[in-house]
T-cell receptor
Framework: GENVEQHPSTLSVQEGDSAVIKCTYS??????FPWYKQELGKRPQLIID?????GEKKDQRIAVTLNKTAKHFSLHITETQPEDSAVYFC???????????FGKGTRLHILP | EPEVTQTPSHQVTQMGQEVILRCVPI?????FYWYRQILGQKVEFLVS????????KSEIFDDQFSVERPDGSNFTLKIRSTKLEDSAMYFC?????????????FGEGSRLTVL
């Protein structure tokens, strides 16, 4: 089955700097890659997603890139703000499957 | 905005007891899921449900677990005989369709504590 690896597990950046979180997936049949943000004690919420027919997608300060050949995808957050502090999970899904598999999460700390 | 709702928000039970966690998915969604998150760890897939039957399940979802959609709105997860290691946050989620994409909407979670 699909396996998603995510790193780093913890990331601290100065407010205003950029943060990058990287993930790799194992099954080349995966074709949908969402990113979820989970604030402390709350539910995961989708922040951006990308399909395998697209190499990059951007939404304001958040962007995701996908390299299908290398089977890795990354989340980029620019001009980080205190409210970006949270745990971020990458995930992958295959069209033929009916489940989304999550990475282990990255705890992002934005330092004042 | 429609939401996935879950009850109870927190349940404490004794080891060996049966627990039922309840979920009301978003009304026009067709795919339903249960995920588990042990404190500080990743969100783990348990089971997916479509067209009134299980479509996928993980190794975690053994014979102690079952799911049911008893009526048109509720989606339940039953743990027959709880173990200490079942202590976790259980998230219900739903999706409108399964065209290879489609946002997964999570409920607020049910925290299960097994003593």
């Amino acid at each position: 089955g699909e396996n998603v690896e995510q790193h780093p597990s913890t990331l601290s950046v100065q407010e205003g700097d950029s943060a990058v979180i990287k993930c790799t997936y194992s099954d080349s049949a995966s074709n949908y890659f969402p990113w979820y943000k989970q604030e402390l004690g709350k539910r995961p919420q989708l922040i951006i997603d990308i399909r395998s027919n697209v190499g990059e997608k951007k939404d304001q300060r958040i962007a995701v890139t996908l390299n299908k050949t290398a089977k890795h995808f990354s989340l980029h957050i620019t001009e980080t703000q205190p409210e970006d502090s949270a745990v971020y999970f990458c995930a992958a899904m295959m069209n033929r499957d009916d489940k989304i598999i999550f990475g282990k999460g990255t705890r992002l700390h934005i330092l004042p | 905005e429609p939401e996935v709702t879950q009850t109870p928000s927190h349940q404490v039970t004794q080891m060996g007891q049966e627990v039922i966690l309840r979920c009301v998915p978003i009304s026009n969604h067709l795919y339903f899921y249960w995920y588990r998150q042990i404190l500080g760890q990743k969100v783990e897939f348990l089971v997916s449900f479509y067209n009134n039957e299980i479509s996928e399940k993980s190794e975690i979802f053994d014979d102690q677990f079952s799911v049911e959609r008893p009526d048109g709105s509720n989606f339940t997860l039953k743990i027959r005989s709880t173990k200490l290691e079942d202590s976790a946050m259980y998230f219900c989620a739903s999706r409108r369709d399964n065209r290879g994409t489609g946002e997964l909407f999570f409920g607020e979670g049910s925290r299960l504590t097994v003593l």
